[in-house]
């Protein structure tokens, strides 16, 4: 007797603006290709972002935190406004749409981002860097996403001072460090630490525990150091000499926006938050309002980031294969109009399901 299908059940954040585009065509594409994988998706849609505030008078309801807390894994399409006088941009800090976000990293106890840069074949062209430096970019970047000086005490806003603390404990710093290491063994075994131990307390300790879970763990992955002013500088001059970069919460925030630019378009960066028992997944880019509504949103990165889910919060690697050379397929033969092609979101997301397999070899659950 066969055994039954596995099922998962996948807890939906649309978002705002172009949030709801991006997911519903990866959410189409994971309904295409679930029954030729052999499991089943269950998909349940929550408030999430300023609609949510405006529908429930927080970015992060209580009933979304729940569902999100017992589902197998959560997808998000993307939120918040525009930049600049928006009344969602005025709301308390403790209102706002990233205070939401943060709050939904730590009600999930996800402490480790993982961000693939890639360039893809054929697509060189749209890189701000010149072609040949451009390509052969395929680097991961791992950042602390629940420790640091976003979440350190004390932190006060007065009319006279501002204060920020930037505090890791060495329990924060090793299981971070694992994760890179673990994810470098499976790539091109080598780990670049980035800080500014030159300068801050915590980033000495920073080096110095990733230095020893290194020699105690992981002798076999390469390690080096960079202070965090020379990373930038080489991401953007060699970025294809990186392979796993692993950094603070405040450093990995801004080196990952820096390395997404490197393929030319935030519509093709995918990202997951891992850590605690149900993972995050979602798309980098934001939530375009200026094109909200027309079928121009891509959804690579979404279609990506659900690649990821499949993979990491749901064991099914080789449907995370299956859906990683879809969108690749797609992207060769003809990109969102973005990215200099023809096809809007709803023909880009026909063509993906068109280039899946017509079956997967099954995971068991």
């Keep these: 007797m066969s055994a039954a299908a596995p099922s998962y059940r996948v807890a939906l954040l649309p978002g705002d603006f172009i949030g709801p585009e991006v997911l519903d065509a990866a ?40 569902a999100c807390a017992h589902s197998d894994a959560v997808l998000m399409g993307s939120a918040g406004g525009p930049v600049g006088d928006h009344p969602w941009n005025r709301l308390p800090r403790e209102l706002r749409v990233e205070s939401g976000i943060l709050g939904l990293r730590k009600h999930l106890g996800v402490f480790a981002n993982l961000r693939p840069v890639a360039v893809f074949p054929g697509l060189e062209h749209l890189s701000p860097l010149k072609p040949e ?12 996403l629940t420790g640091g000086i976003y979440f350190g ?4 806003n007065t009319p006279q001072r501002g204060l920020s603390t930037d505090v890791y404990e060495r329990f924060e710093v090793e299981r971070i460090a694992r994760v890179a290491f673990e994810a470098a063994r ?14 801050l307390d915590v980033s000495q300790f920073w080096r110095d525990v990733v230095i020893g879970v290194h020699q105690s763990e992981f002798a076999d992955v390469a390690l080096d150091h960079l202070y965090v002013d020379n990373a930038a500088m080489q991401l953007v001059r060699e970025p294809a000499g990186f392979d796993v970069i692993v950094t ?11 390395a997404a630019v490197i ?13 605690g028992p149900v993972g995050l997944y979602e798309p980098v880019h934001g939530s375009a309002p200026d094109i909200a509504g027309q079928d121009l949103a ?17 064991g099914q690697e080789a449907a995370a294969d299956a859906l990683e050379a879809a969108v690749k397929l797609a992207l060769a033969d003809d990109p969102t109009r973005d990215l200099g092609g023809s096809r809007g979101t709803s023909a ?15 995971v068991p659950a």
């Design 133 to 144: 430096v451009a390509s052969r970019t395929d680097m991961l970047i791992v950042r602390e």
């Design 298 to 314: 891509n959804p690579v990165g979404a279609m990506l980031s659900a690649a990821m889910m499949l993979r990491h919060g749901l």
């Design 348 to 362: 880009f997301t026909a063509a993906v399901i068109a280039a899946l397999p017509s079956s997967v070899e099954a």
């Design 153 to 156: 005490k004390p932190s006060e």
């Design 186 to 199: 499976l790539r091109r075994a080598r780990v670049t630490s980035v800080d500014k131990a030159n300068v």
């Design 263 to 275: 393929p030319g378009s935030l519509g093709l960066l995918p990202s997951a938050s891992l850590g």
């Design 248 to 258: 603070a919460n405040l450093f990995g925030d801004i080196l990952s926006d820096l």
């Design 27 to 66: 959410v189409e594409a994971l309904a295409a290709l679930a029954p030729r994988a052999g499991f089943t998706l269950e998909f349940e849609r929550h408030p999430f972002g300023g609609n949510a505030y405006d529908t429930h008078a927080h970015p992060l309801p209580e009933a979304t935190k729940e």
